[in-house]
């Protein structure tokens, strides 16, 4: 069969512009490892909406679609067009197992969970003509004598780190936001340490990124796996926890071993908001160590932050910014909290009937798609954005740039990537609200301009 896999665009044509000279920052993993796990005698190849656009004509014995919350909508229309012109469409990722009846409406079959074990008897089934309209694993598949990602199928010049790779899946923690636990089960499996570093050896010259949730979170795995890394000479960067402080000789080893950059979660500074949604593992009072520990050993952080937690009130843009700054946070990812479905949180305010937003594509980060506790939807989206210009402005970058010499170089590349990516976010999401208040009569616009 001629089967083509799709990675929808993470935004929507019609809210902001579509600019395919961007390059996003990853190729599609999971879609190079579902073409990985494609029998042998069927032609596959990729396209990725973040790269390249998708032909009016395309036609395929068999399309697979993945898609995250945010890209549901796309998913969905791209699925529905092929499928009236009499293509099979096959929907699959963290959404799609969310919401499966949903997915159902819009594809002849709907993986749920993890491809491996599932995917070649889709492909025999699309094959024999009898395919089911559900595929669920009935565990969690083993990890070991996966075959190595198609990267064969992607051109890396198109990507930011073309070279990634995944070490362990799932958590061990069990945040109420996450649909990382809600994917995977509150599980956490490691692959062979020979198998990962046959898969990095094989990669091209440049840094490997490591698309693991907690890389650190088997202690005793990660220390293997760093002495093998070391031994490579490969820079690589990866996200781990804030609990790797328990462990400093890991970060010390992590650093030894060509680890550049980790991306960490901290969330929120405040205590009750980590504890009303199970993050018990981060201590507010420890950020500031855990970034000086870090830049000890020669390793940048980008440090994650959420609004619209139940404790945040309108001066919480501020005062994390201020945080950020004084740490001197490397780089830092801010979004809105987004009740993703599947999640604890999001039954939550289902249940408070707090959720007045059901556009999938606003579950990005970007849109107030529930009623915060303590502000407007509006404070919400006004406050993110001018936290986003605040923190990347040029005063911010030149006053957190007294880091470690071996830090100088990632910290710029870090921060005018960021810069790049989060001002232009910035810009457009405010002309999209300005927008939006016109069209919708609002009279002043949600935000200033």
Not at 189 to 215: C, K, Q, S, W, Y
Not at 370 to 375: E, I, Q, S, T, V
């Amino acid at each position: 069969m001629e089967i083509v896999l799709i990675a929808p665009r993470q935004v929507p044509a019609r809210e902001l512009p579509y600019r395919p000279w961007r390059r996003p920052v990853f190729p599609p993993l999971a879609l190079l490892t579902v073409a990985a796990l494609t029998p042998p005698g069927h032609k596959v190849s990729l396209i990725d909406e973040g790269v390249q656009g998708l032909p009016d004509d395309l036609e395929a014995d068999l399309v697979g679609i993945t898609a995250a919350t945010t890209t549901a909508p796309r998913a969905y229309e791209i699925a529905d067009a092929l499928r009236r012109r009499g293509v099979r469409v096959v929907l699959g990722g963290i959404h799609a197992t969310a919401l499966p009846e949903e997915a159902a409406q819009h594809a002849d079959a709907v993986v749920i969970g993890e491809a491996e074990g599932l995917w070649p008897q889709v492909v025999a089934d699309a094959a024999a003509g009898e395919l089911k309209k559900f595929y669920r694993n009935t565990g969690l598949p083993e990890l070991a004598g996966l075959p190595a990602p198609r990267r064969d199928l992607i051109n890396a010049k198109k990507y930011v780190l073309p070279n990634t790779a995944q070490s362990t899946r799932g958590c061990p923690f069990d945040c109420a936001y996450c649909s990382v636990t809600a994917f995977f089960g509150r599980t956490y499996r490691t692959r062979p340490v020979d198998e990962v570093m046959d898969e990095v050896l094989t990669m091209p010259p440049g840094p490997v990124a490591f698309i693991d949730d907690n890389i650190m979170g088997n202690p005793r795995y990660a220390r293997e796996l760093f002495a093998r890394l070391r031994d490579a000479g490969r820079k690589w960067c990866s996200q781990a926890s804030v609990t790797m402080l328990k462990t400093p000789d890991l970060i010390a080893s992590a650093a030894e071993s060509g680890c550049v950059l980790l991306f960490v979660g901290l969330e929120t500074l405040s205590q009750q908001n980590l504890d009303a949604v199970g993050k018990h593992i981060n201590t507010v009072e420890e950020y500031k160590r855990l970034v000086k520990v870090l830049h000890d050993h020669g390793v940048a952080i980008v440090g994650s932050f959420m609004f619209g937690l139940d404790d945040d009130d309108p001066d919480v843009f501020d005062r994390t910014v201020e945080f950020a700054l004084d740490a001197r946070i490397d780089a830092s990812l801010m979004s809105i909290l987004t009740p993703l479905p599947g999640t604890r949180l999001y039954a939550e305010l289902e249940r408070q009937g707090r959720i007045f937003d059901r556009d999938w594509s606003h579950y990005d980060g970007a849109h107030a798609t529930f009623r915060p506790a303590k502000m407007t939807p509006d404070q919400l989206v006004e406050g993110l954005i001018r936290a986003i210009r605040t923190f990347y402005s040029g005063w911010s970058i030149v006053r957190r740039m007294f880091q470690p010499l071996g830090l100088s170089l990632v910290y710029w590349v870090t921060n005018l990537l960021w810069r790049r990516y989060a001002i232009s976010w910035a810009n457009a999401r405010e002309r999209l609200a300005v927008a939006e208040a016109v069209a919708g009569g609002a009279g002043t616009p949600p935000m200033s301009t």
